[in-house]
Antibody
Framework: QVTLKESGPVLVKPTETFTLTCTVS??????????VTWVRQPPGKALEWIAH???????SFSTSLKNRLTISRDTSKSQVVLTMANVDPVDTATYYC???????????????????WGQGTVVTVSS | QTVVTQEPSLTVSPGGTVTLTCASSTGAVTSDHNPNWFQQKPGQAPRALIY???NKHSWTPARFSGSLLGGKAALTLSGVQPEDEADYYCLLYYGGAQGVFGGGTKLTVL
């Protein structure tokens, strides 16, 4: 059974940095056809695509957030880690990770589908 | 900045048919955008329904179908059930790698 579980801080102060961890099971982060994407949803608002990391370690970031984000993976722990710096109250949201199916052509890989989502973790940015 | 636009809300009667659309500010949506569709009910994580325009996941009910329609991605629900009342989001990929979600459609079954 494929599962993803997000974990991280519940409350963060403005200007601080927080780290979220997505722990996966039922599949390997080294699987050539898989990646993990982070998505967030502010309260009462729409989903927002944030970033992904693919099996070949290619990374992509939201244009509006890329200067504040890093993403990495630890295959030995089956974890993908997202770090967001210099946070603001507008970053208050439920953060989800989702397994992402990819295809590769030559050295590059491309996502084409989300299938399994985690339950999400709520992060509140407030002083 | 790229904007993906969906109808804010739609209403359909039980047993009816409804089509939700997903437009791109950059022009016509094509299969290269790999349109994905998701359903989200209150208090729940999103659930994947459709990928790469029209492909269904193993758990996607047969009444859901995806297509390209008039330069947009489309999700059609045929024979709508009360449990289909939810928010629906489309996702498009740009440059093969960067994703952008639409603003979501709130579907009411009434």
């Amino acid at each position: 059974q494929v599962t993803l579980k997000e974990s991280g801080p519940v409350l963060v102060k403005p200007t601080e940095t927080f780290t979220l961890t997505c722990t996966v099971s039922g599949f390997s982060l080294k699987n050539a056809r898989m990646g993990v994407t982070w998505v967030r949803q502010p309260p009462g608002k729409a989903l927002e695509w944030i970033a992904h990391i693919l099996s070949n370690e290619e990374k992509s970031f939201s244009t509006s957030l890329k200067n504040r984000l890093t993403i990495s993976r630890d295959t030995s722990k089956s974890q993908v880690v997202l770090t967001m710096a210099n946070v603001d109250p507008v970053d208050t949201a439920t953060y989800y990770c989702a397994r992402t199916q990819i295809y590769c052509s030559g050295p590059s890989c491309y996502p084409f589908a989300f299938d399994i989502w985690g339950q999400g973790t709520v992060v509140t940015v407030s002083s | 900045q790229t904007v993906v636009t969906q109808e804010p809300s739609l209403t359909v009667s039980p047993g009816g048919t409804v089509t939700l659309t997903c437009a791109s500010s950059t022009g016509a949506v094509t299969s290269d955008h790999n349109p994905n569709w998701f359903q989200q009910k209150p208090g729940q994580a999103p659930r994947a329904l459709i990928y790469s325009t029209y492909n269904k996941h193993s758990w996607t009910p047969a009444r859901f179908s995806g297509s390209l329609l008039g330069g947009k991605a489309a999700l059609t629900l045929s024979g709508v059930q009360p449990e289909d009342e939810a928010d629906y989001y489309c996702l498009l990929y740009y440059g093969g790698a960067q994703g952008v979600f639409g603003g979501g459609t709130k579907l009411t079954v009434l």
